[in-house]
């Protein structure tokens, strides 16, 4: 927002939106001080004609390596939804009368975190890494081996350092089988971890909002955050050629997401014989304001 003063007939622009400040003496040390809203007096009421920093009402979501530089106004970020990539499945499993067959278990998600607030420096450049999805297993006929866990996301600052990092989701596993038995040992992915980072519990932006209002993030609540889910492990079924449904991804923000949604671990192989399949690639959304 520009402001103008007028010098003798002809208005002068002091400030713009594109970065300007506004300065006014201060009486008591002589040290130029910097504007953060004015105001004018329209009858009996002040109505706000300056704001050093509006907070966009649009979010943006951060692409894996693709740095961004901080507003040199904002003194804050307001991350909306972050979480790890989520895991791998496993598929599932088939043996020559061994009595029994084999679900693949699924994926775990990853450590995530919704609605969190974080002081950064104008100006500096932050980076995001955005957490890979977990490859699964479909290789077909597997005794045992692993899936792939889904890669970490985090945010770090020129300035700053890390802000955050939230682990990605284990993908699953089987062990110890064989084609005429004994059936295998299936194991689902460990959530994924995190280490969240030192955020901000209150304030009011420059234009007024209470970031304790903010909720409008996957977990649906202030300053959330947490570890991945385990997916689910139906485990063997008994019989030869019984049938078995494979195992669920781990739910993303902690149940809030739905598998298939960014960061949720994979789904297990059935049987009859299905591989597993990939977790979600992790995820960042976020905007930046200035804190009074």
């Not at 894996?64 to 804050?76: C, L, W």
């Not at 781990?250 to 960061?263: D, H, P, Q, W």
């Not at 192989?269 to 930046?288: E, S, V």
Request: aromatic share 8%.
């Amino acid at each position: 927002m520009a402001i103008y003063v007028k010098s003798g007939g002809t208005w002068r622009e002091i400030s713009s939106s594109a970065g300007g400040q506004v300065y006014v003496r201060d009486a008591t040390s002589f040290t130029n001080k910097t504007i953060i809203n004015g105001y004018i007096k329209d009858g009996s009421t002040w109505r706000t004609v300056f704001t050093l920093f509006e907070t966009p009402t649009s979010y943006t979501t951060a692409s894996d390596g693709a740095a961004f530089a901080v507003p040199t106004n904002a003194n804050a970020i307001h991350i909306q939804s972050a979480v790890g990539g989520g895991g791998g499945g496993f598929q599932g499993a088939d043996y020559d009368k061994a009595g029994g067959e084999s679900a693949g278990a699924g994926g775990a998600s990853g450590g995530y975190i919704s609605d969190r607030v974080y002081t950064v420096t104008g100006g500096e450049t932050l980076t995001p890494s955005i957490g890979a999805s977990g490859a699964a297993d479909t290789s077909g006929g597997r005794y045992s081996g692993s899936s792939s866990p889904g890669g970490s996301t985090l945010l770090t600052g020129g300035t700053t350092g890390t802000l955050f990092t939230l682990g990605g989701g284990g993908g699953s596993s089987a062990s110890g089988g064989g084609v005429q038995g004994p059936l295998r040992t299936n194991t689902a992915g460990a959530s994924g971890t995190i280490s969240q980072g030192t955020s901000l519990s209150s304030g009011t932006t420059v234009d007024g909002l209470d970031i304790t209002s903010f909720n409008s993030g996957t977990a649906s609540s202030f300053n959330a955050y947490g570890t991945g889910a385990q997916g689910t492990n139906p485990g063997n079924c008994s019989g030869d050629n019984c049938s078995i449904t494979g195992g669920t991804g781990g739910l993303s923000y902690n149940g809030n997401g739905a598998v298939g949604t960014s960061g949720a671990g994979g789904n297990g192989g059935n049987h009859p014989l299905t591989g597993g399949t990939a977790g979600t690639i992790g995820q960042m959304i976020y905007r930046f304001l200035r804190i009074a």
